[in-house]
T-cell receptor, first 114, second 117 residues
């Protein structure tokens, strides 16, 4: 079945540690996105990529980094510079560039600080 | 800058009744799209319905309909005949064009819906 796979489902980070969240899609979509969700808040855009080897900062990129070496993969690294990383992270992708373009989401990764 | 406002943090509805979830937006772009997503406790985001700014008719998808009032900049979601499985968080979102194509969605803070027997 086509879809977006995020792993792991739960992740714990120690102080000063970098951690990487995985996102893989087999929908053949060009664009991929990372969102952060905090309790009581909506989703906020961290980074997005419209094509392989290219990506742009979203609204809250500080303390995060990404790469897009393959069309199907868009990993997110939460660096030690991100002082409040505890949140639910959602990866998404989109293909069709028409007005009805919707985002398909993965099932998310819950990141917590030890 | 775009902004999406959902003023109802939580809503209760009786099973089989209809419920309206409010959403207002603010944009200076004449071309935009509005989306509603459902997020169950599992965390996954499920697409429900879409309305384009140039669409003449309100969008409908099964039990979901969108009450689009362009002049008032509102895009309320109506769920008819509520079911227990409709209990979830609901997000309104607006599409923002990105240079070169593609989609950036800006989300509201969500409404937690609880369907009761």
């Amino acid at each position: 079945d086509g879809g977006i796979t995020q792993s792991p489902k739960y992740l714990f980070r120690k102080e000063g540690q970098n951690v990487t969240l995985s996102c893989e899609q087999n929908l053949n979509h060009d664009a991929m996105y990372w969102y952060r969700q905090d309790p009581g808040q909506g989703l906020r855009l961290i980074y997005y990529s419209q094509i392989v080897n290219d990506f742009q900062k979203g609204d809250i990129a500080e303390g995060y980094s990404v790469s897009r070496e393959k069309k199907e993969s868009f990993p997110l690294t939460v660096t030690s510079a991100q002082k409040n990383p505890t949140a639910f992270y959602l990866c998404a992708s989109s293909g069709d560039r028409g007005w009805h373009e919707k985002l398909f989401f993965g099932s998310g990764t819950q990141l917590s600080v030890l | 800058a775009q902004k999406i406002t959902q003023t109802q943090p939580g809503m209760f509805v009786q099973e089989k009744e209809a419920v309206t979830l409010d959403c207002t937006y603010d944009t200076s772009d004449p071309s935009y799209g509005l989306f509603w997503y459902k997020q169950p406790s599992s965390g996954e985001m499920i697409f429900l319905i879409y309305q384009g700014s140039y669409d003449q008719q309100n969008a409908t998808e099964g039990r979901y309909s969108l009450n689009f009032q362009k002049a008032r900049k509102s895009a309320n979601l109506v769920i008819s005949a509520s079911q227990l499985g409709d209990s979830a968080m609901y997000f309104c979102a607006m599409r923002e064009k990105i240079t070169g194509g593609g989609n950036k969605l800006t989300f509201g803070t969500g409404t937690q819906l609880k369907v009761e027997l």
